[in-house]
């Protein structure tokens, strides 16, 4: 039956496709609310979709933009797939090519691919699980056994009314695992299971100096510098062999498991080649850690944005009465955000000298996720990718966060699997995103046998 159920997917990958284009003509741009009414639209569209299927469909209003689930109907779930519909905005346009909602099927280096805004990011991805549930259904006449949905229509945003929605829903959403398509390929080829996300605190700080800008003429020599002593407290951030010297900023960081070490080693990653296609040819951070190590499984520590002074045309002689940076810290095994925040603002404060005050603005900040991949579904579906692909499935980590995976286990006690298909040329959130027509297909039939063998 299984050798049906992929037959299935090929035959009717015409209409998948224009399903998938259906949704990509849907402008949901989330954070612009210009586009509040293509966001319901997706959402209604997304619901109807799940009711042809068989779902128990249904779309939820939030403060923000409705969430869709679709249930087994009176059966409880064993899994609950995650995705989301809106996308981001399409700026700057001239850089398109063409219409960012007028998606096409047009030759890309490596093959053919969707061309349009949320092709990648994330409708292909979500669509590739629907249309597995579609061929699914075509074929035995039912949905697969104990599999929901929630589909949300803010993530490109934030997620600010998903959460809330899952602590009110917690009895009808509960499940085993959570499976979500919002990853990619490992080097383009390889299908990976993210099993470790980095956490994430994101922290703004401003030292204060003068009541005013000096002119550097009068002052310079005499009256403290707020760039001078902020670009000294990021300095020392880091020891010379890129450990962050933060106190106890290693509290609940472990080594990698042998296991994993291993694996992420068979993927022969070329750091060169990484590196060099941002013009960049020499590994920074931690010394003696591996490349792939020191990007998914080590704790950093950054500034991404300065400011302080004159920064515009021209130039200007003053002493700035204040100066900002904001940094950003990406978290693992168990460390502690709320401690790490106290953390860094001590060192702050404790660097500061006399005239000098510092203010602290919070950016957020969550925990990182480890995924228990004891239990079974992660063995099968790890079997089921490596029959669809040509290179064996493996686990990876990953070095960003996707607050999803932390929403399911604080509120539904859950673990999340991490299946997706992009890919790096995928150009999501820039213009031009696409997806690979060979990642659709083959996503829709990677879902199917891992359905199959979980419905087994």
């Known amino acids: 039956m299984l050798e049906k159920l992929l037959a299935e997917v090929d035959s009717d990958l015409p209409n998948s496709i224009e399903r998938l284009f259906q949704i990509l003509r849907i402008p949901s741009i989330s954070t612009d609310p210009a586009y509040r009414g293509s966001c319901e639209e997706a959402a209604e569209w997304m619901t109807t979709q799940l009711a042809e299927l068989g779902f128990k469909s249904s779309k939820h209003a939030t403060p923000g933009h409705p969430i869709v689930v679709g249930r087994d109907s009176g059966v409880a779930s064993r899994f609950l797939f995650y995705g989301h519909y809106d996308v981001q905005p399409v700026d700057p346009l001239d850089l398109w090519d063409r219409d960012p909602f007028q998606p096409v099927v ?25 249309e ?16 929901s949905l929630v589909v949300e229509g803010e993530e490109e945003c934030g997620s600010a009314n ?22 990619g ?70 080594d990698l498991p042998q296991v994993l070490a291993e694996q992420w080693t068979s993927l022969c990653f070329d750091h060169d080649e990484f590196l060099g296609a941002v013009g960049l040819n020499t590994p920074s951070g931690e010394a003696g850690r591996e490349p792939l190590e020191a990007i998914w499984s080590r704790p950093t520590c950054d ?30 095994g168990q460390q502690n955000p709320e401690k790490i925040r106290e953390s860094f603002r001590a060192h702050v404060r404790n660097a500061l000298p006399a005239d000098c005050e510092a203010d602290f603005i919070s950016h957020g900040a969550h925990s990182a996720i480890e995924m228990a991949t004891d239990h079974e579904a992660f063995g099968i579906a790890r079997n089921a990718l490596t029959e669809e ?38 150009q999501i959130h820039s213009p031009n995103e696409k997806y690979d027509l060979d990642s659709f297909r083959k996503g829709i039939r990677s879902w199917a046998r891992i359905l199959y063998a979980l419905d087994s």
């Open 303 to 332: 500034a991404t944005g300065i400011s302080g002074g004159y920064l515009g045309d021209g130039f200007k002689t003053v002493l700035p009465a204040k100066a900002s940076a904001k940094v950003s810290f990406r978290l693992v």
């Open 106 to 130: 047009e030759e890309a280096p490596g093959g053919k691919a969707i061309r349009g805004r949320g092709s990648s990011d994330d409708k292909g991805q979500v669509m590739t699980f629907v």
């Open 162 to 183: 998903v959460a809330p929605f899952l602590r009110e829903h917690a009895t009808e959403l509960a499940a085993e695992l959570g499976l979500i398509c919002d990853t």
């Open 389 to 426: 692909w040509d290179d064996p499935a493996v686990f990876v980590g990953c070095g960003g966060s996707i607050p999803i995976t932390t929403m399911f286990k604080e509120i539904l006690g859950m673990d999340s699997m991490l299946i997706g298909f992009a890919k790096d040329s995928d």
């Open 132 to 147: 597995a549930c579609r061929a699914w259904r075509k074929v035995f006449g039912r949905l697969p056994r104990k599999v």
């Open 185 to 254: 390929l490992f080097a383009d080829r390889t299908p990976a299971i993210v099993t470790m996300l980095r956490g994430s605190l994101n922290e703004e700080v401003v030292i204060l100096g003068a009541d005013r800008d000096l002119h550097s003429g009068i002052y310079g020599g005499l009256a403290i510098n707020p760039i001078r002593v902020l670009a000294k407290i990021i300095a020392d951030l880091h020891d010379d062999t890129g450990r962050i010297a933060l106190e106890g900023f290693y509290d609940g960081v472990t």
